[in-house]
């Protein structure tokens, strides 16, 4: 049977890990590539980079961490972090990318995902969605959270399926950085409404919400990043502790 | 020995080269071309395959003479030759994604969609899932049944002659994820993204 999904995600800024898992055997502790072998080592289903590195000058820096980190981890890897369009998308794939997410310029113009889905097929494209919840509905999110476009994202989750994305990253604004939870009700509506497989994230602070996410959010993989850091959680008690409440995972 | 992993812009094979580097180390010569007087040199030959099955099948045509070295190199000189994903998807004779395509037709059979079932799977099938083995094959030697692979794909090759079946995965019905007939093999699941145990597969292909 097909097993969920636990996704360490490490945030990439000019080509040095923020918030790093500090391990006194760690010779550097910024390094994304050290940081992710220990991550795929520990039986990490694919690990995440998301590059946060804001001046335009060092966006390269990325490319350089990618291609590193694919020679040494042998599972699948997703970048995202201002990918603006085709090219920038076939430059990380290039460099050892499996998958890339998109996230401002999905909304900005749909055309990049039918594009992009095309060229290189949907399995490698992820739209990664911040939403953030007003009233009785969710509203999408871009540049890292900073704008709100008033976009309805369960309608705009359809459309990004529509346009050829392989798999959805959900971040709810409200739970992010919270460490109280995924938003479960906008996961959960959200994994209804389209067919695609639904990635989580946002809010996690302890292996609960892990188990939350895909018992009750309907996610196939589950996506978190500070619970990992400083060693408060490994991988290997996350995915042990997930199979011991039932939930299929690679062991 | 030289392995040549054809690279026909089908998409992006980073991932496959790179296994392949790490399994070899600098014991065996690997290139990555489409030049064909090479191919038809190499030992070994690797066909991935990403995105639809016509746009690879597209690929391969565009590229002149390359399908005929391909048809030489598996068919006449049956010389080892490993397809993953769609690479393994282009052995059968027609495949049904976005418009109905002629295949490479090396293994009698079809590519069709996988059944969802109403909603009930999520396509694309992405992740692990465990493979059952249900014949002996040589590039699963020393493989545990029931061992985790790593699948991202909406079609599924369904050959006529069930014999060339050599595992098979659960996802809506029991999935064609590995074949073997004579000296041509192929994996729906990505080897090359399979952690350890996909190393394997990948180190049994080398070691034939």
Partial sequence: MLKNRLIPCLDVKNGRVVKGINFVDLKD?????????????????????LDITASNENRDTIYDVVEKTSKKCFVPLTVGGGVRSVD????????????????TAAVQNHKVVENSSKKFGSQCIVVAIDAKKNEDRWEIFTHGGRNNTGINALEFAKKMEDSGAGELLITSMDRDGTQVGYDIDLMSKISSKVNIPIIASGGVGNLDHLVDGIKFGNASAVLAASIFHYGKYSVKEAKEYLNSKGIPVRI | MNVTIVDYNSGNISSVINSFKEVVKDKV????????????????IVLPGQGSFKSCVDALNKI????????????????????????????????????ETKGLGWISGKVSKIDNQNGKYKLPHIGWNQINIVKESKILENIENNSHMYFVHSYEFIPNDKNVISATTDYSSNIVCSVEKEN?????????????????????????
């Fill in chain 1, 29 to 49: 502790a910024g390094d994304p590539v050290e940081q992710a072998k220990i991550y795929s080592d520990g039986g990490a289903d694919e690990i995440c980079f």
């Fill in chain 1, 88 to 103: 920038d998308i076939n430059k990380l794939l290039n460099c050892g990318a499996d998958k890339v997410s998109i996230n």
């Fill in chain 2, 29 to 44: 010569n690997i290139e990555v071309t489409s030049d064909l007087s090479k191919i038809k040199s190499s030992d070994k």
């Fill in chain 2, 184 to 208: 041509i093999f192929g994996t729906q699941f990505h080897p090359e993204k399979s952690d350890k145990i996909g190393l394997k597969v990948i180190n049994n292909f080398i070691n034939l």
């Fill in chain 2, 64 to 99: 002149n003479g390359l399908v005929d070295t391909l048809n030489e190199f598996a068919i006449t000189n049956r010389k080892p030759l490993l397809g993953i994903c769609v690479g393994l998807q282009m052995f059968a004779d027609i495949g049904y994604e976005e418009i």
